[in-house]
């Protein structure tokens, strides 16, 4: 009886005591993006766990180098033909994998595949079953991000939970809207160039120019006219742009569009300090919003515009960077009016502010034309 | 009453805001991302015995013969325990499944499998197992020593206490003196469960033995106010298993709590792969401004964010020292350490929760861990240094 007791009792010690806790159990990381009936994106799987599947270590020497993981591949590939299954309404998806590459994470190095799945037709709902390490460590688990129609949804993947469905809702109309408008305002408030372009473009609109130098407008009318022709312009510019950019109709190389942007914000902020063109300054406006246009348009590009809501989103991230741009200049505007006939104004905002913009403009010019 | 209803509060916008925080938030720097090595010697894993594919055909073999699949079961656990890492852990669940579906179980399948269960904080889960292990075997030391184990950590002492009794019958006095004593240092008796510990001769003790009754003088030392004996405890541990990282995460707090954080760095050099241990390594960066900082928090982040996704509840407390001593989010911090609360009640559970509530400007929000303390008599020199009210009670 006492020895029966104290056989057990090495390994009793070993299990109580203080708890035990170090590292994370294993994870799988699934990443895919769902385009139409195609899906791209990646499986990250630690290296240990890649041995414990198939044996990356061929010459059993404890240790998987980078040559023993590139020559297990194929049985890595076959492996996961057999464990990760895709499928669309219409049936299975047929998965291909990249070649592999490696990544740090915090409990060791993880093997990288891209992967890319054809589907058949348009994706409307997606099965994924995940029976990775099923039979070796019940615990592994897919963290998956899912990204379709401009939303990312995530899962847990794997256990006992069997094949899971996601919807991949076209978004809603409305949401999408809600989304979009949001982005717009956001991008407006963050990209202060497109401001600091328009401001350049409206801080002489509260003046007149004569004989060489700014004198207050006297009466609100022409200022106001001032201000909608400029701002209506720069609208409509980019609009239009910003709509063959979406629509895939035009592309320009965004370091040609950023560069230039720059440099349209340097010659609209040295034209206060340098008047060379002190009427009709909507015509700048016209012809750099264009190029602003594309600039709103690598957002949109980022962000992916929802399959089945592309205008109605296109339409509301306009709008969001009209309503973004219309807070600021209502913010602005009433107070460079009142402040017009001011010296301080006239002989401090309008010089040195606008050289300041052009100076902040050149920095921006030669990082983005240069670097 | 409205201090309780601000709790639940915080409570329920917790996660969401931790989750942004770790997934989004402030990514100063970012972990580099997929790459190519450029040799092919290069090594990028290193797999131990038990672990590689080669080892299919005895795990295909427990499947079929309890007699394998419990001394491999075992030997898992073992190596969860010894390395921290949960891994293992799943590798014994692989192993058991079979026999854990069995009717009726063994007992002994049962008793591992609580094991596994506690390994992961599912606490209530493995007292469940344990009950159904303690029916079938009323008498097994190793389920009873386990109940007394989970039972400890949820401050359920009177339990524990029972538990420790029945395992205290069925084996040597030693044992059950390390049973009894560390659980009397938790319920208002910790100055003289200190004193007969020590009295205890540890001569002809096996070394996991020594290990756990090195671990349990030196966490008594350190509520004590013994700094320097606390350090030699761990120090002994430490020489006896130099891969304990418990104990080496105590040691490192102790240093942490005397300012000796360049120290800590040299303790846990190479030790990056431990998530408590990277934590520690996280907050000596921080105080020494050191430029390694930015990484360790970003792999901390991203392996705290993995957890959460999964909805694991393993490092809830490192969690909340994450976010306090290394994000300096005081809010975020009192709301995972009120949730740990809720779950666990062992004293650096306290320490994390009044440290986050005094930090989060509402000391008040400690209250619940500070009436335990209070109930129970247990003592904490960190804990009273933190808290004027404990102090004075003292």
Redesign the interface.
């Known amino acids: 009886m006492n020895t029966l ?2 056989l ?20 799988g ?1 699934l990443t895919l993006r769902v385009d139409g009936s195609k899906i791209a994106g ?1 499986i990250e799987l ?4 890649g ?7 061929r010459d ?1 020497n ?6 023993e ?2 020559a297990g591949q194929t049985p890595l590939q076959n492996y996961l033909q057999g464990h990760l299954r895709l499928a669309g309404a219409d049936g299975p998806c047929r998965l291909k994998f990249a070649p592999v ?9 993880y ?2 595949l891209p992967l890319t799945a054809e589907c058949g037709g348009t994706l409307k709902r997606l099965f994924i079953d995940y029976t990775l ?1 099923d ?7 897919g ?1 998956l991000t899912l990204f379709a129609n401009g939303a990312a949804q ?1 899962a ?1 993947l794997g256990g006992s939970a069997g094949t899971r469905q996601f919807e991949l809702n076209h978004a809603s109309a409305w949401s999408a809207f809600v989304e979009y408008l949001r982005a717009g305002i956001w991008h407006i408030w963050s990209g202060i160039d497109h401001l600091l372009f328009l401001l350049s473009l409206l801080l002489p609109a509260v003046l007149v120019r004569r004989q060489n130098r700014w004198e207050a407008v006297p009466i609100a009318g022409p200022a106001f006219l001032n201000i909608v022709k400029v701002v209506s312009a720069f609208t409509l510019a980019h609009s239009i742009t910003l709509s063959l950019a979406a629509f895939d109709v035009i592309r320009l190389p965004s370091r040609l569009t950023e560069s230039v942007i720059a440099a349209s914000i340097i010659i609209a902020a040295l034209n206060n300090v340098f008047p060379r063109i002190t009427e009709g300054r909507w015509r700048i406006a016209f012809a750099f919003g264009l190029l602003h246009g594309f600039g709103f348009a690598s957002v949109l590009t980022e962000m992916g515009l929802p399959k089945g809501a592309r205008l109605i989103s296109l339409v509301a991230f306009n709008l969001g960077v009209e309503t973004g741009q219309l807070a600021v200049v209502l913010a602005v505007m009433p107070l460079a009016y009142l402040l017009r006939a001011t010296r301080f104004y006239r002989r401090g905002v309008m010089p040195w502010g606008s050289s300041a913009i052009a100076c902040l403009a050149l920095f921006w010019f030669l990082q983005r034309a240069l670097l | 009453m409205r201090c309780r209803r601000n709790q639940s509060r915080i409570l329920r916008g917790w996660l969401l805001r931790l989750a942004a925080l770790l997934i989004a938030g402030g990514t100063s720097v970012a972990l580099a991302g997929p790459y190519v090595p450029a040799d092919d010697n290069e090594v990028l894993a290193e797999v131990s015995a038990g672990t590689r594919y080669s080892d299919v055909s005895a795990r295909r073999l427990a499947r079929g013969r309890i007699d394998v699949a419990i001394p491999l079961a075992e030997f898992y656990i073992q190596q969860s325990r010894l390395n921290g890492d949960l891994r293992f852990l799943g590798y014994a669940e692989a192993v058991l499944a079979p026999w854990v579906k069995q009717t009726p179980p063994k007992a002994d399948v049962l008793a591992l499998q609580a094991t596994l269960q506690q390994s992961r904080h599912e606490f209530s889960a493995s007292l469940a197992t344990l009950d159904r292990a303690l029916a079938v075997r009323p008498q097994d030391p190793q389920a009873l020593l386990i109940r007394a184990t989970v039972l400890r950590v949820l401050g359920r002492y009177p339990e524990a206490g029972a538990a420790c009794e029945q395992f205290s019958r069925l084996v040597e006095p030693r044992l059950a003196a390390l049973c009894i004593e560390s659980l009397r240092g938790l319920n208002g008796h910790l100055e003289s469960a200190y004193a007969s510990l020590i009295q205890v001769s540890a001569q002809g003790w096996l070394n996991s033995e020594k290990s756990w009754l090195y671990s349990e003088l030196g966490e008594m030392a350190v509520r004590l106010g013994r700094e320097q004996e606390a350090e030699r405890w761990f120090q002994q541990d430490l020489r006896l298993s130099p891969t304990d990282f418990y104990v080496r995460a105590a040691y490192a707090d102790l240093m942490l709590q005397q300012g000796r954080s360049a120290e800590v760095l040299a303790l846990l050099a190479g030790q990056e792969s431990l998530e408590p241990l990277l934590l520690r390594i996280a907050i000596a960066q921080k105080q020494l401004r050191d430029p390694g900082l930015g990484l360790s928090c970003a792999r901390l982040r991203a392996s705290f964010a993995a957890e959460l996704q999964r909805g694991d509840a393993v490092h809830r407390r490192e969690q909340a020292r994450f976010l306090l001593e290394v994000l300096n989010q005081p809010d975020l911090s009192l709301a995972a350490a009120l949730e740990n609360w809720t779950v666990q009640h062992e004293p650096d559970d306290v320490l994390v929760l009044v440290h986050a509530a005094n930090a989060a400007g509402n000391p008040q929000a400690a209250r619940p861990a500070l009436e335990f303390v209070r109930a129970q008599g247990q003592s904490d020199v960190r804990v009273a240094a933190m808290n004027p009210e404990i102090a004075a009670a003292r």
Do not use: M, Q
């Open positions: 007791r104290n057990g009792l090495a390994f009793v010690l070993l299990l109580a005591g203080p708890l035990a806790h170090a590292h994370i159990a294993s994870n990381f990646a630690a290296i240990r766990d041995e414990l599947a198939v044996g990356l270590d059993s404890g240790k998987v180098t980078w040559g993981l590139k590459e490696v990544n740090d994470r915090v409990d060791g190095t093997l990288w390490l039979a070796e460590d019940p615990s592994h688990r963290l995530t847990v």
